[in-house]
């Protein structure tokens, strides 16, 4: 199963960008990257997904690379309700049963 | 609408003791899933089930059984309770599309399990 790699934490001034990368350079030409993210003490919660375009939705951005071999999700004014820990996560779409989750990016917002 | 319920809570179970996590969703998602999380980590998937009467292994099943009688419910069962399942339990949800990949997955509140 293709693996992610994300930093284990970053930190944020509160309203402003946060940029967070994923690699992924062993992607096979099938898998979806979603992103996840899981606030303290709940379960996780969809964020956004893609395969080649990059995305928006009204929580974030998505920008991937045109190798797809990374991506990054953009928070584009980051709140105090964004610390979490977001997933990066590949899903094959051929099969797409099973995520499997690392252990995330523990995002800090600074006010 | 609920999403998914998760009950209990919160629960301590004394080693080999046995116990159910209930797990029901009010979406009617074909598949739901089963996952456990240790601190500090990410989420294992433990079971998971594409459809009532059909159920399939994730990454950790040892030590649990679950079963699927009915779209809404997929109870995970603890057989003989050991320190090593000490962890938070979430169960999820997603509807099944043709590409299966976009399935997005509706997480439960989890249950925090203490085994002593």
């Known amino acids: 199963d293709a693996k992610t790699t994300q930093p284990n934490s970053m930190e944020s001034n509160e309203e402003e960008p946060v940029h967070l990368p994923c690699n992924h350079s062993t992607i096979s030409g099938t898998d979806y990257i979603h992103w996840y993210r899981q606030l303290p003490s709940q379960g996780p919660e969809y964020v956004i997904h893609?395969?080649?375009s990059n995305v928006n939705n009204r929580m974030a951005s998505l920008a991937i690379a045109e190798d797809r071999k990374s991506s990054t999700l953009i928070l584009h004014r980051a709140t105090l309700r964004d610390a979490a820990v977001y997933y990066c996560i590949l899903r094959d779409r051929n099969t797409g049963n099973q995520f499997y989750f690392g252990t995330g990016t523990s995002l800090t917002v600074i006010p | 609408n609920a999403g998914v319920t998760q009950t209990p809570k919160f629960r301590i179970l004394k080693i080999g003791q046995s116990m159910t996590l209930q797990c029901t969703q009010d979406?009617?998602?074909?598949?739901m899933y089963w996952y456990r999380q240790d601190p500090g980590m990410g989420l294992k998937l433990i079971y998971y089930?594409?459809?009532?009467?059909?159920?399939d292994k994730g990454e950790v099943p040892n030590g649990y059984n679950v079963s699927r009688s009915t779209t809404e419910d997929f109870p995970l069962r603890l057989e003989l309770a050991a320190p090593s399942q000490t962890s938070v339990y979430f169960c999820?949800?997603?509807?099944?599309?043709?590409?299966?990949?976009?399935?997005?997955?509706?997480f439960g509140a989890g249950t925090r399990l203490s085994v002593l």
């Open positions: 979406m009617n998602h074909n598949y």
């Open positions: 089930s594409v459809g009532a009467g059909i159920t």
């Open positions: 999820a949800s997603s509807y099944s599309w043709r590409t299966r990949a976009k399935n997005i997955q509706y």
């Open positions: 893609g395969l080649t």
